[in-house]
Every structure is written in structure tokens, then in C-alpha cells.
């Protein structure tokens, strides 16, 4: 064997290890993000709040999430039992051996944070080193977590408005611009403006949404949080004909914006009736 042929595979396993850090990384982001609105809306609801606050609980309950969002991605990517166990262990490990020197007063609570990522990082590589850091196939399902995998959008945005729901809100005027905005920020990384038509349609919607916006803005509060929440709900009718045309913006992008469209039009109006 050469020193050539030595080489391209040590290559192709640091950038499989890459990889699979980066997968793992971001599935811990996206338990944070998901997990930790159900956290607080839970803790208000049973007047838990100051306890959720607390740095040694904080820790724990961000290693939970962490755990979940890492255990979901690697049962989605087919690993075993007790691959998972031990890399959700990790999540857990680097901030049990810091909460004894912070309960006694020795750290802070950023050390405490700050130390418990940096630990883990490395004790990741380790774990990933000894599974070989393979990628199996995934394994065959039942037809309903199918069902449910192929409809992640939608179950990504309704987990991202839990906490609207327990605690509605009106929202910004301005956020009515975010909606076109995306559209055509999108558009134009897909490089969507061949057809001058969606173009044409798209800066229709900016100047609809603007509108809304503006009435929004200048009108009375009471008014002005039905114009918001009337107009999230018609970007959700905006998202499902684009869902079904499949232009413009990825199915995916357009499924997850009817559902998070839907949840922030309904709740800003039950906002507006309940105040």
C-alpha cells in the first residue's frame, strides 16, 4: 500500500468524522430551539419559572434537549442502541462532573455552561471515533413515523409555536414584511427570475404585505392586530399555492411557512380578542 493510497482514506475519514460532528451539532441546535419554548411555557404554567432559572437546572434540562435532538437524528440515520446511548450520555457527563465544584461555590454559572460545551465537543469525537463514525442505512419504519418524517416541516414549525398558544401575542406590524422578504431573498439564491412572471408576483406580494404593514402601523391598536394576524393567515394561503406549483422556494421552506403562518395569524387574533 502506498503512501498515496494511506492518505485519501485518512481524508475521507476526517471529513465522514466532520460530518457527523456537524450533523450531531446541529441536531443538539434544533432540540435547543424546539424543546426549550415547551420548557418555559410549562414552567409559567405550573409557576416553575424560578427553578428553570436556576444554572445547575438550566444545564440539565439543556443537556435533555440536547440528548432528544441527537437521539432523534441518529435513530433517523439507522445507528444503534448503544452508539446513542453513549452519545447522548456525553450530553449529559461534562456537566455532572461540573455541578459538584458549582454547587460548592468554586465556579460560576457561565463556567459552568461554558465548561460543560467545551467538554462535551471532544468527548463527542471520542464516541464518533469508536463507533467508526459509520453512516448505516436507515432502518425500514412503521408507515406512520414515515408519514411523520415526510412531514417534518410541519412538525418543526408546530413545535416552534408551542408557546404562542399558551401565551398569544400580537405581533409586530413590521414582521408582515418578513414574509415577501423571504420569498424573494430565497428566490434569488435559487435563481428563480427566468420567469419574469414569479418576479412579477413576488414584488405584488411585497407591495400587498407592505400595505398591510404600513395600515398596521398607522391605524389603531385594536385594528392593527387584525391586519397583522389577517395577514400572516394569507401568507399561509400565499405558501400553500406556491406548496403546490413547487416554485420559487423549496416545498419543504413553503409547507413549514403554512403551518408557522397559520399558528402566528390565529394566535395574534386571539390576542386581540382576548385583550
Known amino acids: 500500500m502506498t503512501e498515496t493510497t494511506v492518505r485519501v482514506p485518512l481524508r475521507e475519514d476526517a471529513r465522514r468524522l466532520a460530518g457527523h460532528l456537524a450533523g450531531m451539532v446541529v ?3 434544533v432540540g435547543m430551539l424546539l424543546l426549550g419554548p ?6 409559567e404554567r405550573l409557576g416553575g419559572a424560578d427553578v428553570l432559572a436556576r444554572a445547575d437546572v438550566g ?3 439543556m443537556a435533555t434537549d440536547m440528548g432528544l435532538g441527537m437521539a432523534a437524528w441518529m435513530w433517523h440515520r439507522g445507528h444503534g442502541w448503544a452508539a446513542t446511548a453513549e452519545m447522548v450520555a456525553v450530553m449529559y457527563v461534562p456537566f455532572l462532573l461540573l455541578l459538584p465544584p458549582w454547587w460548592a461555590g468554586l ?3 457561565d463556567a459552568l455552561m461554558l465548561g460543560g460545551h467545551l467538554l462535551m465537543l471532544p468527548a463527542m469525537a471520542v464516541v464518533a471515533l469508536r463507533h467508526r463514525h459509520a453512516h448505516p442505512a436507515p432502518a425500514r419504519r412503521h408507515p406512520v ?3 411523520v418524517a415526510r412531514r417534518w416541516p410541519t412538525g418543526l414549525a408546530v413545535l416552534m409555536t408551542v408557546d404562542l398558544w399558551f401565551a398569544p401575542t400580537v405581533v409586530s406590524p413590521w414582521t408582515l414584511l418578513v414574509l415577501p422578504a423571504g420569498y424573494l431573498l430565497i428566490g434569488t439564491w435559487r435563481r428563480q427570475w427566468g420567469d419574469r412572471r414569479n418576479l412579477a408576483w413576488q414584488l405584488a406580494g411585497l407591495a400587498v404585505w407592505g400595505g398591510l404593514a404600513a395600515a398596521a402601523l398607522l391605524g389603531p391598536a385594536g385594528l392593527a392586530g ?6 400572516w393567515l394569507a401568507h399561509a394561503a400565499w405558501d400553500l399555492a406556491h406548496h403546490r406549483t413547487d416554485r420559487v422556494v423549496p416545498r419543504g421552506y413553503a409547507e413549514w411557512c403554512v403551518a408557522f403562518d397559520i399558528a402566528v395569524g390565529v394566535t395574534t387574533l386571539l390576542a386581540v380578542v382576548s385583550g
Request: hydrophobic content about 75%; glycine content about 16%; overall charge neutral.
Open 59 to 61: 444545564a440539565l434540562v
Open 38 to 43: 415547551l420548557w418555559r411555557a410549562g414552567a
Open 226 to 231: 387584525v391586519l397583522v394576524g389577517v395577514g
Open 145 to 147: 413515523a414515515a408519514a
Open 107 to 109: 465556579v460560576g454559572d
Open 27 to 29: 441536531a443538539m441546535v
